[in-house]
T-cell receptor, first 113, second 111 residues
Framework: DADVTQTPRNRITKTGKRIMLECSQT?????MYWYRQDPGLGLRLIYY???????NKGEISDGYSVSRQAQAKFSLSLESAIPNQTALYFC????????????FGPGTRLTVL | TQLLEQSPQFLSIQEGENLTVYCNSS?????LQWYRQEPGEGPVLLVT?????EVKKLKRLTFQFGDARKDSSLHITAAQPGDTGLYLC???????????FGKGTRLHILP
């Protein structure tokens, strides 16, 4: 089945460490997204990419960076992790069809101590 | 400012009961999506509504898009424990633009 995968699924790290979360998709979608989910705050968009040469900041991009290595790969980096970046992180993809229906990966639970 | 307001935030009801949850906005949207998220998993798309007044059914779930395309509702008939989860509504700010999400309704169906 065409799918969206994320690695790692769980990660515990310390303040100040550099962390990379990876996302791969076999859906053939051009658009990819990174979200974080926090209790009470819902899903918030960090970065998005509408094609390989396109990178856009979302609602909460400070402290994060991304790389779109190929149509199928979109990675999220925390250059110097801090405790308030502890959250669930989701990668998603969408087609270019006017609706932008989101297809999510299983998520990465990140804890920054 | 939360562009998509979902209510109620939490709902706990007995198996077999009916329920309705709401997604409201002061903005007009070209389309609106509903997702369900179960613990430990990513949200899964249930339906997209496009036309004002549109009604879509997915087994026991009925989705309606408001006539003015500013709001939507999800009605579940004869709720089952398998309906438990976080229900999220979402919409593109502009047609073919990135999506914004409501904060969700957390639904718990008691057996």
């Amino acid at each position: 089945d065409a799918d969206v995968t994320q690695t790692p699924r769980n990660r515990i790290t310390k303040t100040g460490k550099r962390i990379m979360l990876e996302c791969s998709q076999t859906k053939g979608h051009d658009r990819m997204y990174w979200y974080r989910q926090d209790p009470g705050l819902g899903l918030r968009l960090i970065y998005y990419s509408f094609d390989v040469k396109d990178i856009n900041k979302g609602e909460i991009s400070d402290g994060y960076s991304v790389s779109r290595q190929a149509q199928a790969k979109f990675s999220l980096s925390l250059e110097s992790a801090i405790p308030n970046q502890t959250a669930l992180y989701f990668c998603a993809t969408s087609k270019i069809d006017g609706y932008n229906e989101q297809f999510f990966g299983p998520g990465t639970r990140l804890t920054v101590l | 400012t939360q562009l998509l307001e979902q209510s109620p935030q939490f709902l706990s009801i007995q198996e077999g009961e009916n329920l309705t949850v709401y997604c409201n906005s002061s903005s007009v949207f070209s389309s609106l999506q509903w997702y369900r998220q179960e613990p430990g998993e990513g949200p899964v798309l249930l339906v997209t509504v496009v036309t004002g007044g549109e009604v879509k059914k997915l087994k026991r779930l009925t989705f309606q898009f408001g006539d003015a395309r500013k709001d939507s509702s999800l009605h579940i008939t004869a709720a089952q424990p398998g309906d438990t989860g976080l229900y999220l509504c979402a919409a593109p700010l502009n047609r073919d633009d990135k999506i914004i999400f409501g904060k969700g309704t957390r639904l718990h169906i008691l057996p």
